[in-house]
């Protein structure tokens, strides 16, 4: 019953700015970390950032000073601003998030279904 729909991704030049949100909603009792992870075609996917509910931050190394990621715990809902954004930024980013649901009555992991994020001029 649970699920998290992103969106805000789309074509954006390079050096441009763009910010994605993630919304969980359903059956939800609380949320642990939240966390973007990204996926380019022919690559592994991985790990952007990773946000505790306390708003502890982490980040990949290769994208420290350029990704931001936020959350509004009143919302359910997980951000990242990205800036000064490259061609090897392009890929398809996914929300996930660690969910305890009343209709499970357990902490679970949950995937967004994923938006798109393009760089290109």
């Known amino acids: 019953q649970v699920q998290l729909v992103e969106s805000g991704g789309g074509l954006v030049q390079p050096g441009g700015s763009l910010r994605l949100s993630c919304a969980a909603s359903?059956?939800?009792?609380?949320?642990?970390?939240m966390r973007w992870y990204r996926q380019a075609p022919g690559k592994e996917r991985e790990l952007v950032a990773t946000i505790t509910r306390g708003g502890i931050t982490n980040y990949a190394d290769s994208l420290k000073g350029r990704f931001t990621i936020s959350r509004v715990n009143a919302k359910n809902t997980v951000y990242v601003q990205m800036s000064s954004l490259k061609p090897e930024d392009t890929a398809v980013y996914y929300c996930?998030?660690?969910?305890?649901?009343?209709?499970?009555?357990?902490?679970?992991?949950?995937w967004g279904q994923g938006t798109q994020v393009t760089v290109s001029s």
């Open positions: 359903g059956s939800i009792a609380s949320i642990n970390d």
């Open positions: 996930y998030a660690q969910i305890y649901s009343t209709s499970t009555l357990s902490f679970r992991d949950y």
